[in-house]
């Protein structure tokens, strides 16, 4: 189980989209995160890398097969 703060503007239009459909509101909240899920984890994998670059290999390091050592 999760539970999440969210501001009071954003539960006002849930509450009127769930009582609208008459599903729950944590359909709703299930749907967003499948939605954009992907999104928000590709974009902090990639400010992650950015802040703590991997080591590069050049192509005589990788030819000579030193990206498989220690």
Same mark, same amino acid.
């Given at each position: 189980?999760?539970?999440?703060?969210?501001?009071?503007?954003?539960?006002? /239009?849930?509450?009127k989209?769930?009582?609208?459909?008459?599903?729950?509101?944590?359909?709703?909240?299930?749907?967003?995160?499948?939605?954009?899920?992907?999104?928000?984890?590709?974009?902090?994998?990639?400010?992650?890398?950015?802040?703590?670059?991997?080591? /590069?290999?050049?192509?005589?390091?990788?030819e000579?097969?030193?990206? /498989?050592?220690?």
């Amino acid at each position: 189980m999760l539970a999440v703060r969210i501001p009071d503007e954003m539960e006002s /239009r849930l509450d009127k989209l769930a009582a609208l459909t008459g599903r729950p509101k944590s359909f709703y909240v299930r749907q967003a995160l499948a939605a954009h899920l992907d999104e928000i984890e590709e974009t902090y994998t990639a400010l992650y890398r950015l802040e703590n670059p991997a080591r /590069r290999w050049t192509l005589d390091e990788l030819e000579q097969g030193l990206d /498989r050592k220690g």
